[in-house]
């Protein structure tokens, strides 16, 4: 059974960068043809797809998100990870990891408010 764990600051100021790392168990990152991606909900909103890396390592990413995320991996440690710059109270969401694009898995979700 894969399991997702996401994990990182639950507040960040505005302006500042928010980092998330996502845990992955029971199943590899480098397993072909899986996606990893970084998906949000904002509060009385539906959920919006950020970006994602796949398992040779390939990125992709939200055209609305592009300039502002990078998402990148640690292979020995079976983590990816989630870096989005420049916050403003706007990137107040839960934040969930997931892999794809089938037998999806989901991580619980993580709340993370921008706010000084």
């Known amino acids: 059974q894969v399991q997702l764990q996401e994990s990182g600051p639950g507040l960040v100021k505005p302006s500042q960068t928010l980092s998330l790392t996502c845990t992955v168990s029971?199943?590899?990152?480098?397993?072909?043809?899986?996606?990893w991606s970084w998906i949000r909900q904002p509060p009385g909103k539906g959920l919006e797809w950020m970006g994602a890396?796949?398992?040779?390592?390939?990125?992709y990413y939200s055209p609305s998100l592009k300039s502002r995320t990078s998402i990148s991996r640690d292979t020995s440690k079976n983590q990816f990870s989630l870096r989005l710059s420049s916050v403003t109270p706007d990137d107040t969401a839960v934040y969930y990891c997931?892999?794809?694009?089938?037998?999806?898995?989901w991580g619980q979700g993580t709340q993370v408010t921008v706010s000084s």
């Open positions: 997931r892999r794809g694009p089938i037998a999806e898995f």
């Open positions: 029971g199943g590899s990152i480098t397993t072909s043809y899986y996606t």
């Open positions: 890396i796949a398992y040779d390592g390939s990125t």
